[in-house]
T-cell receptor, first 112, second 110 residues
Framework: ETGVTQTPRHLVMGMTNKKSLKCEQHLGHNAMYWYKQSAKKPLELMFVYNFKEQTENNSVPSRFSPECPNSSHLFLHLHTLQPEDSALYLC???????????FGEGSWLTVV | GENVEQHPSTLSVQEGDSAVIKCTYSDSASNYFPWYKQELGKGPQLIIDIRSNVGEKKDQRIAVTLNKTAKHFSLHITETQPEDSAVYFCAALDLDQFYFGTGTSLTVIP
């Protein structure tokens, strides 16, 4: 139990599909993050939300659309993805930006 | 921005031996360095961290050392056990953003 729960754990989608990843944190944190993890690469920060306001968008393509309705929930909406978007997507949270971050178990995404 | 390099990318040790993983960083302003362990099919879990005002920190069989002058920090695991087999990531905090290494896949051979 990490305190950060991600669903679904596995997702296979076609390039024309629309799907969403969900993240919920039970740690009382105020900041939430989406990271992309690909083989042999450092973790890539995608989005940062602090007090449900987006504070960082690391030049992520518009086919990835985040949503943060409150400090405990974070979504990543996916549409018209490419096969190279296949990766492990990690949600994380921290008390505030710059504080220790805690990761969820990740959502394995395969785009076919 | 910060650049973190991690070595080696793979490491195999015999059970009971020690394992050392090293990371270097480029920005002297980085002031916090966590280490994460990622087991197969799971997300990264924080195992130990160190701040720039400390040179060494130890937690049972795990220790981290920091050399600010040389801008490198290392993870030391002593008396390794098969359950230590995982991918380990280092990170450096610079201006409220974490920069991660590429990971070290550690295999402990029984």
């Amino acid at each position: 139990e990490t305190g950060v729960t991600q669903t679904p754990r596995h997702l296979v989608m076609g390039m024309t599909n629309k799907k969403s990843l969900k993240c919920e944190q039970h740690l009382g944190h105020n900041a939430m993050y989406w990271y992309k993890q690909s083989a042999k690469k450092p973790l890539e920060l995608m989005f940062v939300y602090n007090f449900k306001e987006q504070t960082e968008n690391n030049s992520v393509p518009s086919r990835f659309s985040p949503e943060c309705p409150n400090s405990s929930h974070l979504f990543l909406h996916l549409h018209t993805l490419q096969p190279e978007d296949s990766a492990l997507y990690l949600c994380a949270s921290s008390q505030a930006p710059g504080r220790t971050i805690y990761f969820g178990e990740g959502s394995w995404l395969t785009v076919v | 921005g910060e650049n973190v390099e991690q070595h080696p990318s793979t490491l195999s040790v015999q059970e009971g031996d020690s394992a050392v993983i090293k990371c270097t960083y480029s920005d002297s302003a980085s002031n916090y360095f966590p280490w994460y362990k990622q087991e197969l099919g799971k997300g990264p879990q924080l195992i130990i961290d160190i701040r720039s005002n400390v040179g060494e920190k130890k937690d049972q069989r795990i220790a981290v050392t920091l050399n600010k002058t040389a801008k490198h920090f290392s993870l030391h695991i002593t008396e390794t056990q098969p359950e230590d087999s995982a991918v380990y990531f280092c990170a450096a905090l610079d201006l409220d953003q974490f920069y991660f290494g590429t990971g070290t896949s550690l295999t402990v051979i029984p």
